[in-house]
């Protein structure tokens, strides 16, 4: 890996942290959860955000251990992700490639509040209501057509929906 084959911007594929954040994870962890809501995306540790500089990370094995932990402990349910570190210029790297999931939606929780991100632009954002319900369903592998009625088919009628049908037949 090289980091010239890595987009020089922030993307919706794309997030880069310039270190792994022990004490504020949400600043990074919001990101797994978007990018398994999303199409799946790359965080990038080791590039400082603002200016795109190749800073490297300090510790890579305590950095990449707590990747590992912090993912399998605060995203629900456990997205798929593969972790790779490498090596440029004797500076240590780490890529986490997130996945997109099926069990929809993936929460960020921590202090028993449960928050689903997605990643609007190139940045992670709180999801909406309507995109949260969406990915609900998306993770029952149901879409809002499938979803049953309250209403008996018995209780309700279509005879104005058919008499329109007829009169616009007739005018064609």
């Known amino acids: 890996m090289k980091l010239n084959n ?3 911007v922030e993307n919706t594929n794309i997030d880069f942290k310039e270190k792994v954040e022990y004490k504020k994870p949400k600043s990074w962890l919001k990101s797994v959860s978007a990018f398994a809501n999303s199409n799946g995306g790359i965080l990038l540790f080791g590039v400082r955000d603002f200016d795109r500089i190749p800073v ?3 510790d890579i094995v305590k950095d990449s ?3 590992s ?3 399998n ?4 349910p456990l997205p798929r992700y593969e972790l790779n570190t490498f090596k440029e210029d004797d500076k240590d790297f780490m890529e986490v490639k997130i996945g997109d999931g099926p069990r929809t939606p993936y929460y960020y929780d921590s202090d028993g509040r449960k928050e689903a991100f997605i990643r609007s632009g190139n940045q992670s954002i709180p999801a909406p209501k309507h995109i949260l319900d969406g990915l ?7 879409t809002f057509d499938e979803l049953p009625s309250k209403y008996d088919i018995s209780d309700v009628s279509f005879t104005l929906l058919n008499a329109s049908l007829k009169m616009k037949q007739v005018k064609n």
Request: hydrophobic residues 30%; proline residues 0%.
């Open 69 to 71: 932990e912090l993912i």
């Open 73 to 76: 402990e605060r995203i629900t």
């Open 6 to 8: 890595y987009e020089k």
């Open 136 to 142: 609900i369903l998306k993770g029952q592998n149901t």
């Open 56 to 58: 490297g990370l300090k």
């Open 65 to 67: 251990e707590k990747v």
